[in-house]
T-cell receptor, first 112, second 112 residues
Framework: GEKVEQHESTLSVREGDSAVINCTYTDTASSYFPWYKQEAGKSLHFVIDIRSNVDRKQSQRLIVLLDKKAKRFSLHITATQPEDSAIYFCAASMSNYNVLYFGSGTKLTVEP | EAAVTQSPRSKVAVTGGKVTLSCHQTNNHDYMYWYRQDTGHGLRLIHYSYVADSTEKGDIPDGYKASRPSQENFSLILELASLSQTAVYFC???????????FGKGTRLTVV
């Protein structure tokens, strides 16, 4: 099955700087790549996703990049704020197969 | 708003005992999932279902059973709980075409 590797287990940035979280996947059939945020002690919430028919997607301060050749995708959070502090999970799914395979998570800390 | 409700929210179980975790969704979603979260491992898929009265094995099904008696309800059953099953368990649901997956608040299970 698909394996998703999340490269940074922890990441610390100063408020206002950008944060980048990188993930790689193994299965070339994967075509859907969402990101989820988990605040301390809480559940996971969807933040942004990208499908394999595009290589860039932006939603306000969040940018997702997809490099299909390298089987790599990344989440860029610009102008970080303290409320961005959380664990971020990347995931991948194959088309016609409604199962998400998750990375191990990146704990992002935004320092004032 | 999409809702996935898990019960109980926390449970202490005795080794060798039977544990049932329940999940109810009001999203009218076809797919339901049970994930397990352990520190450093992200979320790992235990079982999932895409239609009532049918369940599928995920990546780590050993020691777990699942039951989907209706579209709204999905249970995870540990027939003989073991110490290694101490974890946080998340139920989730999604539509037929995978977009956003909605997660419950999680159940913290401690096996002693």
């Amino acid at each position: 099955g698909e394996k998703v590797e999340q490269h940074e287990s922890t990441l610390s940035v100063r408020e206002g700087d950008s944060a980048v979280i990188n993930c790689t996947y193994t299965d070339t059939a994967s075509s859907y790549f969402p990101w989820y945020k988990q605040e301390a002690g809480k559940s996971l919430h969807f933040v942004i996703d990208i499908r394999s028919n595009v290589d860039r997607k932006q939603s306000q301060r969040l940018i997702v990049l997809l490099d299909k050749k390298a089987k790599r995708f990344s989440l860029h959070i610009t102008a970080t704020q303290p409320e961005d502090s959380a664990i971020y999970f990347c995931a991948a799914s194959m088309s016609n197969y409604n199962v998400l395979y998750f990375g191990s998570g990146t704990k992002l800390t935004v320092e004032p | 708003e999409a809702a996935v409700t898990q019960s109980p929210r926390s449970k202490v179980a005795v080794t060798g005992g039977k544990v049932t975790l329940s999940c109810h969704q009001t999203n009218n979603h076809d797919y339901m999932y049970w994930y397990r979260q352990d520190t450093g491992h992200g979320l790992r898929l235990i079982h999932y279902s895409y239609v009532a009265d049918s369940t599928e094995k995920g990546d780590i099904p050993d020691g777990y059973k699942a039951s989907r008696p209706s579209q709204e309800n999905f249970s995870l059953i540990l027939e003989l709980a073991s110490l290694s099953q101490t974890a946080v368990y998340f139920c989730a649901s999604s539509g037929r075409v995978i977009t956003e997956v909605f997660f419950g608040k999680g159940t913290r299970l401690t096996v002693v």
